[in-house]
């Protein structure tokens, strides 16, 4: 069996008991980044073994971690923050285990996606998630998709390239497409800035950009 536990955005209040209790029970913790997660670990007393699994080197201890497991582990997958794979590491180890016939579980939890979307004011009964735009090769075309798209679209953003995007989404959206800008949710400065697309550029030009971003934006209006 291998767990996909949820781990906090922000507020360590925000973890689950059923999570703390299986991450105590388990055999082994796979965890993004050892500095990162030692913290929550000790801050929850779960003395559960751990080790790294990441982007860089999870194709080569994938086949290993499954071995164990079909010899009777039981292993926690944990990202740095929020729901393993989901713009994290957890989509190769799934679909592996499936694969192998293992059976996978991902316990409900924190992720910056659904609050970001259900507090933008933005309709929320059709949406589809972007994860993180491509930094360069297809940027524009994936723009070019998304500003034809009539569902509410969601996406993750870092702070050093939130000025460019909001410019790109004016040009390729439109100045008037309404946006919202959610900022560190469930951290102490969270704040969420609601408006049109040329607004929350002009806005965050005289407010730099800080923390980690989610950006929800309304689709195309049918005519």
């Not at 007393?45 to 080569?60: A, D, G, L, R």
């Not at 469930?186 to 923390?211: D, I, V, W």
């Amino acid at each position: 069996m291998i767990y996909l536990i949820p781990t906090p955005i922000g507020n360590l209040e925000d973890i689950t008991l059923r999570a703390i209790r299986l991450l105590k029970e388990v055999d082994l913790i796979l965890v993004e980044d050892t500095r990162v997660s030692s913290k929550l670990l000790k801050n929850f007393k779960i003395v559960t073994p751990y080790q790294s699994f990441h982007m860089h080197n999870e194709h080569k201890k994938v086949k290993s971690i499954l071995n164990q497991i079909k010899g009777g582990k039981r292993v926690a997958l944990i990202s740095d923050a929020g729901t393993p794979g989901i713009s994290d590491p957890g989509f190769l180890i799934v679909r592996e285990a499936i694969k192998e016939g293992i059976e996978v579980q991902c316990l409900p939890g924190p992720t910056a996606l659904i609050p970001a979307l259900v507090q933008s004011g933005i309709p929320c009964e059709r949406f589809i998630f972007e994860g993180f735009l491509p930094p360069k090769k297809g940027r524009q075309t994936r723009l070019e998709q998304m500003a034809r798209e009539v569902r509410t679209q969601v996406f993750y953003e870092s702070p050093h390239k939130l000025l460019k995007t909001l410019e790109q989404l004016v040009s390729y959206f439109g100045a008037d497409r309404t946006i919202a800008v959610i900022r560190e949710i469930s951290k102490l400065y969270e704040s969420t800035f609601r408006g049109t697309a040329e607004e929350a550029h002009r806005f965050f030009q005289t407010h730099p950009p800080k923390g980690e971003f989610v950006i929800v934006i309304e689709g195309k209006k049918i005519p």
